[in-house]
Every structure is written in C-alpha cells, then in structure tokens.
C-alpha cells in the first residue's frame, strides 16, 4: 500500500500540470517518508521557583523532609 502511495507522489511531483503547492507538497511528503521529519525545535521558559515569593518555602519544607534543616514553627514561614 505504501508503494501505491509512494507512486502517486511521485507522478504529481513530475506531472508539469499539476499545481506548484501539489508538487512541493507530493515531494515534502516522499522526504518525509523516506528521510523522516525534519526535527523539530521546541522554546520554553522554565521559572527558577528559588526566584518566586515561595521559593524559599519550598526549599524549606524540601530541606526539614530531608532532615537538613531543624524542624520550624508555621510562623516563620
């Protein structure tokens, strides 16, 4: 079946009459099959949570789970 498909790409990518988008898309799609993807890039922003209001809480509670840290009372939190 693969084959098949194949075979339709590539008689659109040498047909002259066939639109310029049918064509780039029908040789984009035999790339794609036989190269794979190209890879994609991805951007995000990680927030350092030491940097936020509760930064310094979490690392507390993190540190008195790990016992590094004696034990504080709610208020000094």
């Given at each position: 079946?693969?084959?098949?498909?194949?075979?339709?790409?590539y008689r659109i990518v040498l047909?002259?009459?066939?639109?310029?988008?049918?064509?780039?898309?029908a040789g984009r799609e035999i790339l794609d099959r036989a190269e794979g993807r190209p890879r994609q890039t991805?951007?995000?922003?990680v927030k350092d949570e030491r940097q936020s209001k509760y930064g310094e809480?979490?690392?507390k509670i993190r540190l008195e789970q790990l016992e590094l840290l004696p034990?504080?009372?709610t208020d000094e939190l």
């Open positions: 079946m693969i084959d098949g498909v194949l075979d339709v790409f047909d002259d009459n066939a639109p310029a988008s049918a064509r780039v898309s991805v951007e995000a922003t809480i979490a690392r034990k504080s009372g």
